[in-house]
């Protein structure tokens, strides 16, 4: 397959296209990013990796971080996490409030705001240095020690994270937080704040392609089972209540966030990130849905 071939005829067919949306502004740093960005890496082996415009720029990863606290949630508890979380798509705005009323605490799913809340939770109560532990699992997926936090995008989303922190409160009265909830936000800001580019973002997920192992070294990070568990909440739950569009017109597993990145994988294939921080109406990156379309598309290949 020629891919770099396949990722330029996407750059120039993304280039004329009309884009409507806005980026992100309920956290102000978000709203200060150039709207023109746009980059996109894929991701085979250290040796085969394909890409165009700003892949080696940093930007803020946003909720694609939650497959990163599910997977470490999962490598602590195995099957017992599933009694603090479902595993639906919900159907309903990513930081919304009204599900857990009459769904008694449980969040629908660990990718929306309520279930990544309860994953911090688990972080915070079983890990010594949760943020330290994060970066640590992120450096070793990537082999990549320079990707760190932005402290400033982490604070501006303290300074207005008003719902977030209502979330944990109400969890909390129904039952299912157990932590302080200082320390649960503070970790969740961090997550969210993870500065990658899509060359990083798309070799960090490359374990989900790869049956839970880091293609270059061989090492296991996380059982097949485990996996499949991830994969198949990122296809059903990965887009916000945007799921069931990005697999109609996608058809890959894969995780966006509202930085305007998006990563998704194709099993023992490959794995690809995208990043235009111009969101639609759901919160997905417009150009980057178009993008990945096309790129599923053009190679004839998803997982269905
Ligand atoms: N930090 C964001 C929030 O909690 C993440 C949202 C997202 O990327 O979906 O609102």
Same mark, same amino acid.
């Given at each position: 397959?020629?891919?770099?071939?396949?990722?330029?005829?996407?750059? =120039?067919?993304?280039?004329?296209?009309?884009?409507?949306?806005?980026?992100?502004?309920?956290?102000?740093?978000?709203? +200060?990013?150039?709207?023109?960005?746009?980059?996109?890496?894929?991701?085979?082996?250290?040796?085969?990796?394909?890409?165009?415009?700003?892949?080696?720029?940093?930007?803020?990863?946003?909720?694609?971080?939650?497959?990163?606290?599910? $997977?470490?949630?999962?490598?602590?508890?195995?099957?017992?996490?599933?009694? +603090?979380?479902?595993?639906?798509?919900?159907?309903?705005?990513?930081?919304?409030?009204?599900?857990?009323?009459?769904?008694?605490?449980?969040?629908?799913?660990?990718?929306?705001?309520?279930? $990544?809340?309860?994953?911090?939770?688990?972080?915070?109560?079983?890990?010594?240095?949760?943020?330290?532990?994060?970066?640590?699992?992120?450096?070793?997926?990537?082999?990549?020690?320079?990707?760190?936090?932005?402290?400033?995008?982490?604070?501006?989303?303290?300074?207005?994270?008003? +719902?977030?922190?209502?979330?944990?409160?109400?969890?909390?009265?129904?039952?299912?937080?157990?932590?302080?909830?200082?320390? @649960?936000?503070?970790?969740?800001?961090?997550?969210?704040?993870?500065?990658?580019?899509?060359?990083?973002?798309?070799?960090?997920?490359?374990?989900?392609?790869?049956?839970?192992?880091?293609?270059?070294?061989?090492?296991?990070?996380?059982?097949?089972?485990?996996?499949?568990?991830?994969?198949?909440?990122?296809?059903?739950?990965?887009?916000?209540?945007?799921?069931?569009?990005?697999?109609?017109?996608?058809?890959?597993?894969?995780?966006?966030?509202?930085?305007?990145?998006?990563?998704? @994988?194709?099993?023992?294939?490959?794995?690809?990130?995208?990043?235009?921080? @111009?969101?639609?109406?759901?919160?997905?990156?417009?150009?980057?849905?178009?993008?990945? =379309?096309?790129?599923?598309?053009?190679?004839?290949?998803?997982?269905?």
């Amino acid at each position: 397959m020629n891919y770099q071939q396949i990722l330029d005829t996407i750059y =120039e067919e993304m280039s004329y296209r009309d884009v409507s949306g806005k980026v992100a502004s309920y956290i102000p740093e978000l709203a +200060r990013v150039d709207r023109k960005k746009f980059g996109m890496h894929v991701y085979c082996g250290d040796q085969e990796n394909f890409s165009f415009g700003d892949s080696d720029e940093c930007f803020s990863i946003q909720s694609i971080s939650k497959v990163f606290t599910l $997977a470490m949630a999962m490598r602590l508890m195995g099957e017992d996490l599933w009694d +603090r979380l479902n595993v639906e798509p919900s159907g309903d705005p990513f930081n919304s409030l009204t599900q857990l009323e009459y769904e008694n605490g449980v969040p629908r799913n660990p990718f929306i705001n309520a279930g $990544a809340l309860v994953l911090s939770d688990i972080l915070v109560d079983q890990l010594k240095d949760p943020k330290r532990e994060l970066l640590d699992f992120v450096h070793k997926i990537t082999g990549d020690t320079s990707i760190k936090y932005d402290e400033t995008v982490a604070q501006s989303e303290k300074s207005t994270g008003y +719902r977030n922190i209502a979330l944990v409160n109400y969890i909390k009265a129904l039952g299912n937080i157990k932590c302080d909830v200082e320390p @649960i936000v503070d970790f969740y800001f961090h997550q969210c704040s993870l500065s990658m580019s899509c060359a990083q973002l798309s070799k960090a997920f490359m374990i989900f392609a790869n049956k839970g192992r880091v293609l270059e070294t061989g090492e296991k990070i996380l059982k097949p089972k485990t996996v499949k568990r991830i994969n198949a909440l990122m296809q059903t739950c990965g887009f916000y209540d945007e799921a069931g569009e990005f697999s109609f017109q996608v058809g890959l597993p894969g995780k966006s966030g509202v930085g305007g990145g998006i990563v998704a @994988i194709h099993p023992d294939n490959y794995s690809v990130a995208v990043w235009s921080p @111009i969101l639609n109406e759901k919160g997905n990156s417009e150009l980057g849905m178009k993008a990945l =379309e096309r790129l599923t598309t053009l190679t004839g290949v998803s997982v269905f």
